[in-house]
């Protein structure tokens, strides 16, 4: 059975970090690149409305992020340990959004996320 678990999230203020992790199972993680996306809580919960924040290609040679989180986050893998991680310094209020892991090759595989929220 095919299962992306993530975790991690929680509250933090404004300037803190996070560290979420993504613990894959019932696939070979390696041969899938690894995203994660987030997607505004309260909004139109379609798939269209998730954005992408971060990807890794295969074996982690190549990493994407998104303009947003550009030299604030970063993303991870350890096919070792079926696990995917993203690590989110100088958060922001913006960042506030639930966080989805994402697995994609020929399939596409997706976690129930993990909330994080930045206030004041």
């Known amino acids: 059975q095919v299962q992306l678990v993530e975790s991690g999230g929680g509250l933090v203020q404004p300037g803190g970090s996070l560290r979420l992790s993504c613990a894959a199972s019932?696939?070979?993680?390696?041969?899938?690149?690894m995203s994660w996306f987030r997607q505004v809580p309260g909004k139109d919960h379609s798939l269209n409305e998730r954005?992408?924040?971060?990807?890794?290609?295969?074996?982690?040679?190549?990493?994407h992020y998104a303009d947003s989180v550009k030299g604030r986050f970063t993303i991870s893998r350890d096919d070792s340990k079926s696990m995917v991680y993203l690590q989110m310094d100088s958060l922001n209020p913006d960042d506030t959004a639930v966080y989805y892991c994402?697995?994609?090759?020929?399939?596409?595989?997706w976690g129930q996320g993990t909330l994080v929220i930045v206030f004041a």
């Open positions: 994402q697995a994609s090759k020929t399939q596409t595989y």
């Open positions: 954005e992408l924040v971060a990807t890794v290609s295969p074996g982690g040679k190549f990493t």
């Open positions: 019932g696939f070979n993680l390696g041969w899938f690149a």
